[in-house]
Structure formats: C-alpha cells, structure tokens
C-alpha cells in the first residue's frame, strides 16, 4: 500500500483543513494509507508523534473549520540540509514516499528542493549507518505535490488560492460595519487590507466594496496620486456621498517604491478635504473564520486531484502544484509556477509595473 502525507505550512489560511481531508480520504479511496504531519516541516524534522496514520473518521468535520487543525509552523532546521536530511529519515522510518504540502510559495519550494535532494539524503543516511540500504530500497522516488494555501492569492498559474476567498468574505462584512459607521458620521475610513507584498486581496477588496480609491503595489497611483485622491473623493461627497472608503495593500507604494501608509493618507483627507477620517488596520481577522463555500469546493477538489498527481507521477514528472484556471482544475509544473511567482518582485523592483500586473495574471 502507497503511503501518502499531508501537511500543512507557511501562513494558515482557511480552507486549509478541507485539503487535509481530501487528501486524507482520496488517499483512502484510492487504496493507500494516509498520513498526516503536525506542525509543517517541524513535525517532519521531529518525526515520532508528529508523523500520524489518519483514517477516514479522523478528519470528520474538517471542512468547516478554518485555520489548520494539523498545525503549521516556520520551521529555520529545514531550510539547510541536515535538517532535511533528519526529515527524509523520519519519512523512511514511516514508509512515506509522496508528500502533499499546502502552503505558500516558500514552503512548495522547500519542498521541490527536498525532492531533488532526496536520493543523495538518503545515501548519505546509509553511509552515516543511520539507516540500512536495505531500508531505502523501496525509496528510490519522492512524490512531491504542492497546494496552494494563501490568503493572499500571491501565486501566479492559478487563478485563486486556497483562502483568498474567504478572506474577501472577511474583508467585505467588516468594510461593510464600517460603512454603517461611516454613513451615520459622514467619516471616511481608511482600511489597510493584507497581502504582503501582492494586491490581489486588495484589488478583490477594492471592487467588491466599491472602494472610492485603491492602493496596490503592483500598480503604484500616478505621480500627482494625492491631487487626484482629493479630486476624485471630494467630487464623490459633492455628489452626496456620505462615505467615503480608501483601500490599501500592506505591500502598496508609489511609483518610486516608497510605502504609501495609512496614516499618510489619513492626514490628506483630514487636512485637505477636512474630512474626519479614521484608519482600521483589518489584521488577522482576515485569516480567521469559517471558510466560504468557494474555498471548500476549492480544497476538496484540488485535494483529490493531489492524489491523483501522486499516483499517476513517473519519476521523471516535474513536482506539480494543483491550480485552478477558469474554473478546472489542472496541474501545473511547481517550480515554474514559484519563478513567475518571484519574477513579479524583480518586475517591480525594475519598476515595470505592466509586466508585474501581467505575471500575476500569468497562466
Ligand atoms: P506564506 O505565503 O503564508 O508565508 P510560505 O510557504 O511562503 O507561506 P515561508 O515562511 O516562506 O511561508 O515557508 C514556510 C516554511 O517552508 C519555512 O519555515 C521553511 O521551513 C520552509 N521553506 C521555505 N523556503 C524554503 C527553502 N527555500 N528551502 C527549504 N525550505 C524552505
């Protein structure tokens, strides 16, 4: 029987759950044994307990639960070899040979480097008489099969991330009690949105609200942004609007790559447009919660397909990660997804920003 492990790592993200338990239980269907390992990499490095054989009844009720019940952690030991060389170990020990990591860009990458590695770890092992060669025999391969977990939709070749929508869901109901405020005083609010250094969220945020004004990293505000800010807002209140909403990434900055802050923005409305303006930085609200049903369908099949990657994997098929595009669900090469992905930060650096816009959007 294939033994198959699931974990979870980097930042949580809800619907990260669903994932386990569609790996858990495809793995199942499909004849294997399931595996699930605690705490991200640093269960994997610690072995023992936290390698745990998980049935069917074990993930009963997971689907709607948000965070990660099986723990994520950053884990510094597998990043340098002999950390992962302690993990390869605890994999052997456990009869695991295929792992399903859902996590954000570093941990597919920690994980596509640990499969790259992996035959040379485990001579290593034997040469160190940690473990016999009759041990590894049956460890020739190892499958590695990412998912993209991320509330911040911050991965190129995939249309959504597992979490980002439910974090929108989060965004909107809470920009939607501040609008309620807002009205009754006549204020403006300005609300800082996550993301790190991707807009999506804020992007997603923006439109789904109806935001007066929007700042995201990868399309910094024209140069005169501040003038236009105040035109375009105080032409809204001339119209009667009550309210006024501005949304800004964590990551967002101007065209000379300088942080565009909250309070920055705060003091213009305030001073220029004399209006009583209040930031609310969201937080890790955004990251809590039930996931929405978007992020459930999402995890559950993209989990399933996950085994189906393992199973189906040739030793020369590149690691990939499960994405979604226009709405199917495909397979994608993991490390050329993770350099688009990266390339989006150099585009930006160089300050081409149409190019930034169009690798996020990168198929
Ligand atoms: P998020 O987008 O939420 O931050 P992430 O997966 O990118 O998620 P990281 O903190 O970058 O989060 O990575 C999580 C863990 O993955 C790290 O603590 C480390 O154990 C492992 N990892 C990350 N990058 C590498 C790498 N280049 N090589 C080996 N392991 C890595």
Redesign the pocket.
Known sequence: KRRIAVMT???D?PGMNGAVRAVVRMAIAQGCEAFCIYE???GLVQGGDMIKRTEWEDVRGYLSEGGTLIGT???????ERPG?MKAAKNMVIAGIDALIVC????????AD??RKEWPGLLEELVSKQELTAEAIKPFKYLNIVGLVG?I?N?MSMTDATIGCYSSLHRICNSVDSINDTAQSHQRAFIVEVMG?HCGWLALMAGISTGADFLFIPEQPPEKDWKKEMCSIIHEHRKRGKRVTIVIVAEGAQDQELNKITPDEIKDLLSNDLKLDTRVTTLGHVQRGGAPCAYDRMLSTLQGAEAVKAVLEAQPDTPSPIISIIENKIIRKPLLEAVELTNEVAVAIKARNFDKAMNLRDAE
């Open positions: 790592s980097g930042g993200a991200g990499y640093e952690a950053r884990c510094a030991s597998f990043r992962r996590g954000g860009d570093g941990s597919l990458t920690g480097t640990f991320s911040d911050d790190r």
